[in-house]
């Protein structure tokens, strides 16, 4: 069992529609939690973050978390052909090793 | 500069070379992540350094893989007797490392193996 998964998609969503994505982790430990967007052939650029259990909404994004249920999503609202891109998951624990333990990502097409 | 700096940004090299790569985080961040990103693959971690820490050397592939940080700020990755399994994205994080921030990251360098 991986220790983050993602659906690899393609998930396909008309413009203007809500995009959920999600993300399951294995290891209870896992403190933080972050939401990354990678455009094809550049670098993963930080979309959200959280730690506590609920929502957490920054402009059009909305992460929530279940630490029960090991489960973290991403909702884009009014989603736009620029969201189209790979969405990357990734946890942490707070204490030892910090780096990030991430998924394989989870394709967004938005068609216009 | 205002975000991480990653160099070469791209790198061609003959297998059993040696390379460096270079990374200079965001000013004032004290923790140093590398990571490597291979074609379909997902981000693989393999060195992290805090401060004055001893880094965390568990994601290292084989020991033809170091890193050194010196003054607590630039990041050098050295592949020893480079591999065609080693070409790969290489990417640099750095966070302000007090607390479990999120890590932002640089543009990386490609690195191809021929």
């Known amino acids: 069992q991986k220790e983050v998964e993602q659906n690899s998609g393609p998930l396909s969503v008309p413009e203007g529609a809500i995009a959920s994505l999600n993300c399951t982790y294995s290891d209870r430990g896992s403190q933080s939690f972050f939401w990354y967007r990678q455009y094809s052939g550049k670098s993963p650029e930080l979309i959200m973050f959280?730690?506590?259990?609920g929502d957490k909404e920054d402009g059009r994004f909305t992460a929530q978390l279940n630490k029960a249920s090991q489960y973290v999503s991403l909702l884009i609202r009014d989603s736009q052909p620029s969201d189209s891109a790979t969405y990357l998951c990734a946890v942490s624990m707070d204490t030892g090793r910090r780096a990030l333990t991430f998924g394989s990502g989870t394709r967004l097409q938005v068609q216009p | 500069g205002a975000g991480v700096s990653q160099s070469p940004s791209n790198k061609v090299t003959e297998k059993g070379k040696d390379v460096e790569l270079r990374c200079d985080p965001i000013s004032g961040h004290t923790a140093l992540y590398w990571y490597r990103q291979s074609l379909g693959q997902g981000l693989e971690f393999l060195i992290y350094f805090q401060g004055n820490s001893a880094p965390d050397k568990s994601g290292l592939p084989s020991d033809r893989f170091s890193a050194e940080r010196t003054g607590g700020s630039v990041s050098t990755l050295t592949i020893q007797r480079t591999q065609q399994e080693d070409s790969a994205v290489y990417l640099c994080?750095?966070?302000?490392?007090?607390?479990?921030?999120?890590?932002?990251f640089g543009d990386g360098t490609r690195l191809s193996i021929l």
């Open positions: 959280i730690y506590s259990n």
């Open positions: 994080a750095s966070s302000p490392g007090n607390s479990n921030q999120p890590q932002h």
